[in-house]
């Protein structure tokens, strides 16, 4: 049977010369006030229960013997007492009840008025009105258009209530259009899977913004060769990637170490005295406490391990750093995920402790922060590359002194005048921002992706070039995220690092973190050979800028 809710006084419009009868104003069911009823007593009772459990943990602290009761505590022993009793005893009652009520219903209704089918009927259809989708509810998207720019439709919810993506795009782009009174002629909008961003990537979608990819290599790193995606609008970028890739498989290839794997988030709880905060900062470091607080952090996933817990205090106020692995994504959502259980779980036995926000940038995400140049947060790589001195001279143009010369002067006495914070190289975040942009990395994280100090210096009685790059904050994924859209799936899977490593997890993500590295290593490679060389501007005048007659470009 189904239970259908009418309002109490149901307004109806009679047809011009019936009378009007006076239906009787409908009664709550009893069988809702008992399931009201004993919601109140169960919701009482685990009250009381709570309150107990925090007077008896109160007294065990302060020694206080548990026969020593108050009034407040006999009162609620006696509440607890009564609420069981209760409900031990009626809680069942409402549905021992509803056949009784169910065949009461019934048999009410057959007894009513001839119209009261009729009725059922019209609410029936009253209810598929309100259910039926706007689509049906429109006749033309042109209606739908008016709608959302008159506000009676929200511009979010046309996904949900129309059930298609792409037509809820583009009814999005023309009500834009209308509303700015700009024209968005140029910005594709066909060609796109909207669904595959639903949800996870992006929200309110109009399109989708075309960046050119390219592919510099092959990169020949650890014995394995890598063609390397590059998503940019910058002239010169790819070419000169290339270029570096090319000196350094002349010379036998580049190698590579990851130095650690650790995403982090840092929340920030506050206190009402500095010394309770470092109680708990003594607590959360102390390594006794450490597999305790592994296992509650670790129930997050089935990926997550926590590896570390550091806390600075300001004030009362206690910034936390936990750091774990997270398998083949990238993490942020995973070790949010373990940090909250573990406030909950800190919450039992610090009660005072007010958590004021999940993330106090110790993280620290998308900022240029020390921490991260220092302890690292992602992957930390360092990758390095003997180029041999012929190669300096026939592919790079320049020679071994002059750049170990200039990368002194420039990377790092040059970044150590501008005070710069993990900014010791020539472009690393070219190279970074185009493989993430090609691969569906967050964009933004290329801010401490970016970290860099490349290193130069004569080897082999001075005749070869050792060059290396030191990353300690790589964050990057294969699965999650923008990883899941065809374009970036592909360039992933170009590079053999598509989805999660089924041999060993998290094998994936850390190879993508060495081939960002290799890469830099290569971009860095050329780009401080064509300032030494001073081709630089010469570079840029023939690749940077724009030219539609291919054949000046040949020449």
């Given at each position: 049977?189904?239970?259908?809710?009418?309002?109490?006084?149901?307004?109806?419009?009679n047809p011009v010369g019936?009378?009007?009868?006076?239906?009787?104003?409908?009664?709550?069911?009893?069988?809702?006030?008992?399931?009201?009823t004993n919601a109140l007593f169960l919701a009482?009772?685990?009250?009381?229960?709570?309150?107990?459990?925090?007077?008896?943990?109160?007294?065990?602290?302060?020694?206080?013997?548990?026969?020593?009761v108050t009034f407040s505590e006999l009162a609620a022993i006696l509440s607890l007492l009564f609420s069981f009793i209760y409900l031990t005893s009626f809680f069942s009652i409402g549905l021992m009840l509803h056949p009784?009520?169910?065949?009461?219903?019934?048999?009410?209704?057959?007894?009513?008025?001839?119209?009261?089918?009729?009725?059922?009927?019209?609410?029936?259809?009253?209810?598929?009105?309100?259910?039926?989708?706007?689509?049906?509810?429109?006749?033309?998207?042109?209606?739908?258009?008016?709608?959302?720019?008159?506000?009676?439709?929200?511009?979010?919810?046309?996904?949900?209530?129309l059930g298609d993506c792409k037509r809820a795009a583009v009814i999005r782009r023309t009500a834009v259009e209308k509303v700015t009174t700009r024209s968005l002629e140029g910005l594709p909008v066909e060609g796109f899977d909207y669904e595959s961003i639903l949800g996870q990537c992006c929200e309110m979608p109009i399109g989708y913004v075309q960046i050119p990819v390219g592919v510099a290599g092959p990169l020949l790193?650890?014995?394995?060769?890598?063609?390397?995606?590059?998503?940019?609008?910058?002239?010169?970028?790819?070419?000169?990637?290339?270029?570096?890739?090319?000196?350094?498989?002349?010379?036998?290839?580049?190698?590579?170490?990851?130095?650690?794997?650790?995403?982090?988030?840092?929340?920030?709880?506050?206190?009402?005295?500095?010394?309770?905060?470092?109680q708990l900062k003594f607590y959360l470091e102390d390594p006794e406490n450490f597999d305790s607080l592994s296992v509650v952090f670790n129930k997050s996933s089935r990926f997550a391990r926590l590896q570390s817990i550091k806390a600075a205090i300001a004030g009362?106020?206690?910034?936390?750093?936990?750091?774990?692995s997270t398998g083949d994504a990238m993490g942020m959502n995973m070790v949010s995920k373990g940090v909250q259980n573990v406030l909950d779980y800190l919450q039992t036995d610090f009660p005072d402790m007010d958590v004021i926000g999940i993330s106090g940038n110790y993280c620290s995400d998308k900022k240029a922060a020390a921490v991260n140049w220092i302890e690292g947060r992602g992957k930390s790589v360092v990758c390095e590359a003997v180029i041999k001195e012929e190669v300096v001279k026939k592919v790079l143009k320049t020679s071994v002194e002059a750049l170990v010369e200039l990368n002194m002067l420039k990377n790092l006495t040059g970044s150590a005048i501008a005070?710069?914070?993990?900014?010791?190289?020539?472009?690393?975040?070219?190279?970074?921002?185009?493989?993430?942009?090609?691969?569906?990395?967050?964009?933004?994280?290329?801010?401490?992706?970016?970290?860099?100090?490349?290193?130069?210096?004569?080897v082999n009685d001075g005749k070869d070039l050792h060059v290396s790059v030191t990353m300690p904050s790589v964050e990057v994924g294969t699965v999650g995220g923008g990883t899941q859209l065809a374009s970036q799936s592909a360039c992933l899977n170009l590079l053999g690092v598509k989805g999660a490593s089924k041999d060993s997890p998290g094998a994936n993500s850390k190879q993508l973190a060495t081939i960002v590295a290799g890469s830099v290593l290569a971009g860095e490679l050329s780009l401080m050979s064509a300032i030494a060389a001073g081709q630089l501007?010469?570079?840029?005048?023939?690749?940077?800028?724009?030219?539609?007659?291919?054949?000046n470009i040949v020449t």
């Open positions: 049977m189904v239970v259908r809710r009418r309002p109490s006084n149901p307004v109806r419009s019936e009378p009007k009868t006076n239906k009787p104003h409908s009664q709550p069911p009893p069988l809702l006030l008992l399931y009201l009482f009772f685990f009250s009381v229960a709570q309150f107990l459990l925090y007077r008896w943990r109160d007294k065990i602290r302060s020694s206080t013997p548990l026969n020593s009784f009520l169910s065949s009461s219903s019934s048999s009410t209704r057959s007894s009513s008025s001839p119209s009261s089918e009729k009725d059922d009927k019209d609410e029936d259809r009253d209810t598929k009105l309100i259910a039926k989708p706007i689509q049906q509810a429109h006749s033309s998207d042109e209606d739908i258009v008016n709608s959302v720019v008159s506000g009676t439709v929200s511009s979010y919810s046309l996904e949900s209530e790193l650890d014995g394995k060769e890598y063609t390397v995606p590059m998503a940019t609008t910058e002239g010169c970028l790819v070419a000169s990637t290339n270029r570096g890739c090319k000196a350094i498989h002349a010379s036998g290839g580049a190698s590579s170490e990851v130095l650690g794997d650790s995403m982090t988030r840092a929340p920030v709880v506050r206190f009402g005295s500095a010394k309770r905060a470092a009362k106020n206690l910034y936390i750093r936990f750091g774990c005070g710069a914070l993990g900014g010791f190289n020539a472009h690393a975040s070219n190279i970074v921002s185009a493989i993430y942009l090609a691969t569906g990395q967050d964009p933004a994280q290329n801010v401490e992706s970016s970290h860099c100090i490349t290193m130069m210096e004569a501007v010469k570079s840029h005048m023939k690749y940077n800028r724009s030219s539609r007659d291919i054949s």
